[in-house]
T-cell receptor, first 113, second 115 residues
Framework: DGGITQSPKYLFRKEGQNVTLSCEQNLNHDAMYWYRQDPGQGLRLIYYSQIVNDFQKGDIAEGYSVSREKKESFPLTVTSAQKNPTAFYLC????????????FGPGTRLTVT | SQQGEEDPQALSIQEGENATMNCSYKTSINNLQWYRQNSGRGLVHLILIRSNEREKHSGRLRVTLDTSKKSSSLLITASRAADTASYFCATDAYRGGTSYGKLTFGQGTILTVHP
């Protein structure tokens, strides 16, 4: 089955700790994206990558970091510098370029206390 | 300010009725997409309409795009309880070159269809 997976589904961390969220796809897509969703809100773009070993900041990149060492994988690290990290995080992938639909993973709900 | 604002924020209807959601945006676009999200899940792509298209159909879905008014609407006909979800529009803004598929999402419309 082709698809995009995120793990874990729920994640709990103490304030001050870095945490890495996993995102893997087997759709052979070049482009991958990370979004944050807060309750009752739309999605906000954190980082995106159009090709391996390259990525760009989205609208709310502060306090986050990413890597893109493999085409299939685009992990997101939520650092202790992120002031309000509790949120629902969604990863997506697509064919690179414009006018293509994005395929979303099931999301990871991160709670930091 | 945010590109892509949906209206209404919430819509409650009976099964069998039609549901109409609207989306407004501020800048020129390459395309506009509609996505659906069930509670606590990822988004699912519904339909993409390009800036040179005015209307598109997919099953019970009908999307219109009016670039002069910078607005789009999503119509779901003969709604079912299973259509209950949040619906988001997303715009791929025109930047005079390759946009790299960077989408900007609205805040969504919560649709509730009562059996």
């Amino acid at each position: 089955d082709g698809g995009i997976t995120q793990s874990p589904k729920y994640l709990f961390r103490k304030e001050g700790q870095n945490v890495t969220l996993s995102c893997e796809q087997n759709l052979n897509h070049d482009a991958m994206y990370w979004y944050r969703q807060d309750p009752g809100q739309g999605l906000r773009l954190i980082y995106y990558s159009q090709i391996v070993n390259d990525f760009q900041k989205g609208d709310i990149a502060e306090g986050y970091s990413v890597s893109r060492e493999k085409k299939e994988s685009f992990p997101l690290t939520v650092t202790s510098a992120q002031k309000n990290p509790t949120a629902f995080y969604l990863c997506a992938s697509s064919i690179a370029g414009e006018s293509y639909e994005q395929y979303f993973g099931p999301g990871t709900r991160l709670t930091v206390t | 300010s945010q590109q892509g604002e949906e209206d209404p924020q919430a819509l409650s209807i009976q099964e069998g009725e039609n549901a109409t959601m609207n989306c407004s945006y501020k800048t020129s676009i390459n395309n506009l997409q509609w996505y659906r999200q069930n509670s606590g899940r990822g988004l699912v792509h519904l339909i993409l309409i390009r800036s040179n298209e005015r209307e598109k159909h997919s099953g019970r879905l009908r999307v219109t795009l009016d670039t002069s008014k910078k607005s789009s609407s999503l119509l779901i006909t003969a709604s079912r309880a299973a259509d209950t979800a949040s619906y988001f529009c997303a715009t791929d803004a025109y930047r005079g070159g390759t946009s790299y598929g960077k989408l900007t999402f609205g805040q969504g419309t919560i649709l509730t269809v009562h059996p």
